[in-house]
């Protein structure tokens, strides 16, 4: 698929199968990640894979996270936050690891080369003919969820990319006219 074409036509896979992505596609993700626009190269991002039983840890951590909120939380909900992770053989945590007293970088833009990185990931991905989905849900902003992942203080969880075999085939794409979205000055 030529670049151009990959562009205009990624599309999110919320349908995704077994097996994860291998290791040969993995490092093309993250080298797409590590070519993020990166201000005073501060390089603000981690990244924390799951598979196999670390998908279960991520769910056990989810419902720590229900839990916590609501100690009265019924057993279903709270097994429905177990499973989420389930949706797919991988999950990629995107972490912004923000640096908050530099000068010239202030935190959302270390947050924003973090989220190029996840798109970056989203373009690989689909390069490489793997279904991806950028999920947050309530979970990426959630102390305990980036307590238990090792987040400090000041970092972001800016995506659960998750990653796997095309599960179904891609939606439609909307159509979209750039003239509606552009102001130009001349
Ligand atoms: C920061 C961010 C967080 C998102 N979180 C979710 C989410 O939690 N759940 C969800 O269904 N879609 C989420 N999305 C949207 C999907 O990833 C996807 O972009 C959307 O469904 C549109 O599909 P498309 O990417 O094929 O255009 C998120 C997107 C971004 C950029």
Redesign the pocket.
Known sequence: MDAMTLLHE???M?KLCSPAPDADQLDAIYRAALRAPDHKELTPWRFIEFSGEGLNRLGELFAEAEFHNNPHIDDAALNAARKKPLRAPMIIAVVAKITPDQPKVPPLEQSLSA?CAAHGMLLAAQALGLGA?????HYAFDPTVKKGLGLGEHDEL??FLYLGQMGGR??PL?ERDPADFVERWN
């Not at 989905?133 to 849900?137: A, C, E, V």
């Open positions: 990624r599309s999110s919320g989220g989905m950028w999920r947050t849900g800016v995506a891609h939606k909307p």
